[in-house]
């Protein structure tokens, strides 16, 4: 395969359904990506291409040309996101996609639309003296995180594909160059928002929340206000969502109003991690030295986030400013309750109850108190605690991961005087929890050795294990029951970085 860069070869096409490209010429630019030297196929998710209704079989022949952007294929029209943000706290007028080139749209099986997106395909005119590329290791950790994700559950981008670019990247030292391609229901930020706000542009941002109503949110235009119901909307995914990042201890690392989409999805995978140890300090980000975006501040930083969205929406909202803020207002206020409501939804799930008592959020606080002074691990407290929930296992067992052995028995003892009163069968119950309690989740350690070793030897077996591992989290695999253990202390990763 030629390195130059080829267009629209037969056999090579997608379905397109380009609609973006039809929003006005400043919501974008057209940018074709970057031809690279020697491209070579890592990865082909030949289960999400055959659900997304592509030709697998090209995929397999011309996937390096493709997805490194050497080929670009027929019915494309690829362009480059402008979008503005907040990034740990301070705005940026002007960000957008700096390293990142929307090929185009596909409509699935099933009629949804989605982004088909290289990532680290070269230069555009938002690369603010960039070089548009992207470092082999966080192409594989968005690849094994964004699918760990999916299979968790939890809405996510979603990984296509992964290419070596067989060019050099310079960050602190020369690393070996790669191109990760990117499903999303679309690639709307709150920042994009804010990038025509800042402008002081209401018709780009009332022609993008129509945009946004008629792809994400169709029901709301016939709505009385509807882009106040689209600001509840949003509000509502965003707060299911961070409920479930925290039900599986999920750190985002960098949740700037860039990284938040108004589709509801999780995006950017950078230096994001999983817990071992429960703590709500916890901060793995490199860059986020004070903590501002640590486990426990997440759903306030969302609320955060949200309020800037909000800020965008006033002059849609309402033509008087003072109705506009109060309404607005009003949807922020309730951002807290709906997040409470579905956190602790899923915090009784996660510990087997079907019903609900005034005492529930008491008993789950104490759980995790107790874990925290504790020193337990947040994902096998919860698998272990599943087990018990069916008598499948012994208490001792599930004391094992305290730091002191009877530390557990007071708790465990009101958990099961709750349980008494909630008319569940404990065969049912344990079962129920199971889907609920992954065995597996991406450990940082496991992330890194598979990540390490592809960077350094060109070994992927570790990261193929992982993948399949991870695929199937709450089915025990007792064949894989190592990557279900936290670190040893010399394993644990204390860091984790952004890659850009």
């Given at each position: 395969m030629s390195s130059?860069?080829?267009?629209?070869?037969?056999?090579?096409?997608?379905?397109?359904?380009?609609?973006?490209?039809?929003?006005?010429p400043r919501f974008f630019v057209a940018q074709a990506p970057t031809a690279v030297a020697e491209p070579w196929l890592i990865k082909l998710n030949e289960a999400l291409a055959a659900e997304l209704g592509l030709d697998v079989e090209t995929l397999r022949r011309d996937g390096?040309?493709?997805?490194?952007?050497?080929?670009?294929?027929?019915?494309?029209?690829?362009?480059?996101?402008?979008?503005?943000?907040?990034?740990?706290?301070?705005f940026s007028p002007q960000l957008g996609d700096g390293r990142a080139i929307l090929l185009g749209e596909i409509v699935d099986r099933s009629g949804k639309r989605y982004d088909i997106q290289l990532k680290g395909a070269g230069p555009t005119p938002?690369?603010?003296?960039?070089?548009?590329?992207?470092?082999?290791?966080?192409?594989?950790?968005?690849?094994?995180?964004?699918?760990?994700?999916?299979?968790?559950?939890?809405?996510?981008?979603?990984?296509?594909?992964?290419?070596?670019?067989?060019?050099?990247?310079?960050?602190?030292?020369?690393?070996?160059?790669?191109?990760?391609?990117?499903?999303?229901?679309?690639?709307?930020?709150?920042?994009?928002?804010?990038?025509?706000?800042?402008?002081?542009?209401?018709?780009?941002?009332?022609?993008?929340?129509?945009?946004?109503?008629?792809?994400?949110?169709?029901?709301?235009?016939?709505?009385?206000?509807?882009?106040?119901?689209?600001?509840?909307?949003?509000?509502?995914?965003?707060?299911?969502?961070?409920?479930?990042?925290?039900?599986?201890?999920?750190?985002?690392?960098?949740?700037?109003?860039?990284?938040?989409?108004?589709?509801?999805?999780?995006?950017?995978?950078?230096?994001?991690?999983?817990?071992?140890?429960?703590?709500?300090?916890?901060?793995?980000?490199?860059i986020d030295q004070q903590g501002r975006y640590a486990y426990a501040n997440q759903p306030a930083i969302g609320q955060w986030n949200l309020a800037r969205l909000g800020e965008t929406l006033l002059p849609l909202i309402d033509a008087e400013p003072d109705g506009a803020v109060d309404?607005?207002?009003?949807?922020?206020?309730?951002?807290?309750?709906?997040?409470?409501?579905?956190?602790?939804?899923?915090?009784?799930?996660?510990?087997?109850?079907?019903?609900?008592?005034?005492?529930?959020?008491?008993?789950?606080?104490a759980l995790l108190t107790l874990m925290q002074t504790q020193g337990a691990d947040f994902t096998l407290t919860f698998r272990r605690l599943s087990d018990l929930a069916g008598d499948n296992a012994s208490e001792p067992e599930f004391a094992a991961g305290f730091r002191e052995l009877d530390a557990c028995g007071t708790w465990l003892a009101q958990w099961r005087e709750r349980l008494s009163r909630d008319p569940y069968a404990a065969t049912k119950r344990a079962s129920a929890m199971r889907r609920v309690n992954p065995a597996f989740i991406p450990r940082n350690h496991r992330v890194e050795q598979a990540i390490e070793a592809a960077v350094e030897n060109g070994d992927f077996s570790l990261f193929e294990s992982l993948l399949a591992v991870l695929s199937k989290p709450f089915e025990d695999q007792p064949g894989f029951a190592a990557y279900m253990q936290p670190p040893k202390p010399s394993e644990r990763v204390l860091a984790t970085f952004c890659g850009t």
């Open positions: 130059a860069l080829q267009k629209n070869r037969p056999g090579a096409a997608f379905p397109f359904d380009n609609s973006y490209v039809g929003l006005p390096e040309a493709i997805f490194s952007g050497n080929l670009v294929p027929e019915g494309a029209a690829p362009l480059a996101m402008a979008y503005a943000g907040h990034q740990f706290g301070g938002f690369s603010r003296r960039g070089d548009g590329r992207a470092p082999l290791g966080p192409v594989l950790r968005e690849y094994i995180i964004s699918e760990a994700m999916f299979a968790l559950g939890i809405p996510a981008t979603r990984a296509l594909a992964a290419v070596k670019t067989g060019e050099p990247v310079y960050r602190e030292k020369v690393l070996p160059g790669a191109v990760f391609t990117r499903v999303a229901a679309s690639h709307i930020r709150v920042g994009t928002f804010q990038y025509f706000a800042a402008r002081g542009d209401t018709d780009g941002v009332r022609a993008l929340a129509d945009y946004v109503i008629g792809r994400h949110y169709l029901a709301l235009k016939e709505a009385e206000n509807p882009y106040l119901a689209l600001f509840e909307a949003i509000c509502e995914r965003q707060a299911a969502l961070i409920a479930r990042w925290l039900h599986v201890g999920f750190i985002h690392g960098v949740m700037n109003t860039d990284n938040m989409t108004v589709s509801g999805e999780t995006i950017d995978f950078g230096p994001c991690a999983f817990m071992d140890a429960y703590d709500p300090a916890t901060v793995f980000s490199s309404k607005a207002n009003a949807v922020i206020k309730s951002y807290g309750e709906r997040f409470q409501a579905h956190w602790l939804s899923g915090m009784r799930e996660k510990i087997g109850l079907t019903g609900e008592e005034d005492g529930d959020l008491d008993l789950v606080q």
